[in-house]
Structures are given as C-alpha cells and as structure tokens.
RNA sequence: GCCCCUGUCGUCUAGCCUGGUCUAGGACAUCGCCCUUUCAAGGCGGCAACACGGGUUCAAAUCCCGUCGGGGGCGCCA
C-alpha cells in the first residue's frame, strides 16, 4: 500500500492510485530521509553531496531530516570524527531535525532483530572463521568458479552443530537468501533486476555479537520510518540484499535513488587517495560554504542558468528525476569561479566576518578595524573583493594595507624601480602629492598625469613604480584608489622609505 | 572471473522519455581581441563533443541490438 502510494505521488503515476485512509494520506505525504554518515573519518566532500541532495529532496517536500551515525564498526569509529561530521554540516548549513542517533547504543536491538530472523528460519548460524571462508573463496575462484557463498553451515549436520555449540565455536548469523529475484524502481536509474543466485547468504550479525551495515541499515530505518534512501551508486549492489530484509521483516520497502559517484581525475571513486579534503579543509582554504553547495549540487544536476543559487533557490528547484546518471569528475576550477563571482557579489558587511578570522589567522587584525577604522576597511573591502577567488587572498593581497612589515616582490622591482632617475622623479610626484587640497582618487590621477606630461614620461611610468614602492607588488586594486584609501601620510612615507633603505 | 550501473566539448552539463526546430546549446577552463594602469572583472570572438558498429525510420544524439570504454560491488567495512 504505502510503496503503491508513494509510487502513485512521486512517480506520476495515477494509474496505480487506490484509496487511501486518512492516517495513510498524512504518513504518504511526511517523507522521512536520513543521512547516514560512518565516523571512520572526517566528512569528506562526496559524503557532503550525498547528504546535500538528501537535505534538497525533504526540504523540498518539506519532510523530516535525521542524522544518524553508523558507528557499529567499534575498532574504526570515533567520537572526535562524529563530532567533526556535524561540524562540518553545521558550517555547510545543512540542518537536520531528528539526532544524531547513534548506532553504537542500540546494539541489543540488532542482536534481537538478527536472533528473530532465526526463529524464523530466514537467517541461519554460521560457524566458519572468516579466514575459512576467505580460502575457500580463493580456491574457487583460482579453479575458474564463481564464488558466492557456499553456504555450508546450513548443511551441517545436527551432531556437528552440538558439537561446535558444546565447545562454544563463535557463531555469526547469515541470511538466508530465498529463490527468486529483486526488482525495484531506482528514483533515478529506473528499473533494475537482480537474481537472487547473484547474492550472497551475507553476515547479519557478526560472531562478536555486533550487527553489520545491512542489519543496522534496515532496522534503523524500518523503525525510523524512512520513506526515501538517497544515497551513492556504491550502494546499488546492496539494495536487493536489503530489501529481501525489508520482505523477511514483513515491512513494505522505502523508495531507493542512488545517484553518480563524484570521481578523480584518474576517473577512479573520490577518496583521500586524490588528495581532496574533508569538508573543512575547504573552509581552512577560504572557500564559502554556499560555493561549495552549488558546486556539489551541480554536479549530476542542473538547475538552470549558470551561476549562484541560494538554498531557497537550490530547494525550489530540487528534483531527483532531473540527476544526470553519469560520474562527474571533480574539478576545482569551477568552484574557484563560483566562489569568486559569490566574494564579488558579497558585500563588504557580508564579508566582513570571513576576512576578520582570515586577518586573525594571519596575524594582520587589529579591533579597530570593526571601530573607529570600520569605513575605511569596508572601503578595503570593496577594493579587493573584485579580484579575489578565494577568502585567503584577502590576506595576501590585503598586507600591505594593514601592515607595514611586507615584501617588496624581486621582479616588480627590477621591472619598474630600476631607473636610474626614479628617485628623484617620485621625489617631485611626492612634492605633487604634498601640495594637494583634498587627497582624493580623482586628484591623484590628476597631479600623476600632470607630473608624467611635465617629465615627458608615460603616466605608466609612474604608476608602476609607485604600485612597487607602496605596496611592493605589481598587482593591486585601481592605483589611485589604492593611493588614497593608504592615506598621504603613508604614501610619502613608504616611497621616502625605500630610497632611503635602497640608495643608489 | 561474476553481478549491477553508466557513456554528449579538456571539465560540469542542456537536449534523450514525447525521433525532425541539433550544421548539438550553455558554463568553467583555454586561446585571441576590446577596455585599461597592473591583475582581476566586464564585453566580443575562436578552439572543442553525440564512444563504435549494426538495425528501425522519409528522418536518430534521441528508439532497438551488439561491441568497446568507464565506474561500482562481490568483507564477520559502512
């Protein structure tokens, strides 16, 4: 009934309409999604997608989001990646409603789940050590034979059996594949079969007593009520064995979507291998987090025009059915475009918190920046954002500004402070400067051009110079801008500076 | 080896379901020009793809079959 009524909703399917009660119609309609990290390490950016279109999909038919972390892997989990998991979902702004629930504390209730399974003569005791059935599999498979599972201790005869439970032998529970096969309707890949001789009698609950992935998996989200599993494509070869979990508990299986794998450019699976960082380190590299959830949801995806789309937009727009089925290959360079158009469009109260903790880091702030020097560091701002890509350049490109301890860049210098009358053609722009009313961009220029025309130079001529000589870099915002926003003072200051630690 | 998924410019994608409007559109990257004071930004332009082979059809990127390529899975990991 409720797969028959969700397939009705959400597949556009009227045809296979019947009528729902009341309680029903409010159960169809309360989508239930989980993102299911595994704490064996921090969040990694794939990890981040799947949890993103997970977070579009029931925002978007504005359902419940839970957290749960799948840590029964006690000897590979941990607290402090748990702890960074959330973190880095909190910065990215994906909220959820319900957890984080644990794994780790509902053990008893998988151990009980796999025993009933038994009773019920769906899963079976298996007494071999992994390391048995790990010879066994090499064997076949060096003789040419494909290798399932050889399901030998469902044979077993009754006194063996007693034997092994005499000498207390570790036991794991299997399940016991039926005859057939599986068919669901992926969200996104359509039909897929599978036949059941393709599966393996795979362990439920491991000889240790803990359960494993698909018995946690199922039980978790029969009980949480998940309507959809949106998860990686690494899972497909997993569904089947968990629906026939879904049939062996009598419960109607959830809807499934398993959408593309984000690969390296050695188009092999995204992983640490690549080098690519978690979540946060993106952050550390002074990426916004907007800019990474556009590049992450356009991948596989389409929303429409080239360019930013806030997550009101992102959700709006959000559906499974149009995910492309292709791996796209992760490659930064978009994201460093659409981070730059995001710092380009921010404003500078905007930015203003994101470069405060970059100049912290850098060793560059100072109080009175968010003070009485609040107007001329917006104008900095504004300056600099144009030409930025990533927060951290706000540093780098900002130094000069905020400090007088900077390095004059080698070629610059011996590009534009070689002449041999430098000295004393800046001496006279200084003197320009000096005379000025008002020190403004406008005048600045002006006296430049003057100054140039007088010397029979290029107005060029000047403003490189001047670039290297008060910021020591060949690269800034408008120079006349960047005259005025250093002030007069400062201006002089530096050029008299340099002549005098550099004579000749 | 077996099973499953997948295949449009270098990259991300639109188009495919509902064949003709596709001499295949956009974006990033790249190259060139313009602007200019450097670097960006912006404007203009260039390069660049339907994996291949059969079919179906008046007509195929679009439908069917096969081949090849790519990915994932085949754990007492998740």
Known sequence: MQGTAHEAIFMNNPGKWILPTAYDIFMMKMVHVRFAPSPTGYLHIGAARTCLINWLFVRHHKGKFILRIEDTDTARSSDKMSRGIIQALT???LDWDEGPIFQSKRIEIYRNKAEELVRKGKAYYCYCLPEEIQKRKKEALDSGKNWIQDRRCLRISPEEKRCFELHKKPRAIRFLVPEGEI??????????????ENIEHFVLLRSDGLPTYHLSVVVDDIEQKITHIIRGDDHISNTPKQILLYQAFGVEPPEFAHQ???LGKDKKKLSKRHGVSSVLQFKEDGYLSLAILNFLAQMS???GEERIYSLDEMVNRFSLEKRAKGNPVFD???LDWLNGQLISAMTADELFPYVKTELKNANLWQDKYAKEQKEWFFRLLNLLKERSRKIKEFAVRGRPFLSDDFEYGPSGVEKYLNDKRLEELMQKLMRDFKEMQTFTAENI???LRKRAEKEGLKAAFFIHAL???????????????????LGREKTIRRV???????PG
């Open 91 to 93: 910065w990215l702004g």
């Open 183 to 196: 068919n669901y309707n992926d969200l996104i890949h359509g039909h897929i079969c599978v036949q059941n």
């Open 260 to 262: 593309s794998l984000i």
């Open 301 to 303: 995806w389409s929303p």
């Open 332 to 334: 930064l360079s978009k």
């Open 445 to 447: 220029e002006h006296a």
């Open 467 to 485: 670039r290297m000589l008060i910021l020591g870099m060949s690269v800034s915002p408008g120079i006349f801008d960047v005259v005025e926003l």
């Open 496 to 502: 008299n500076a340099y002549f005098k630690n550099n």
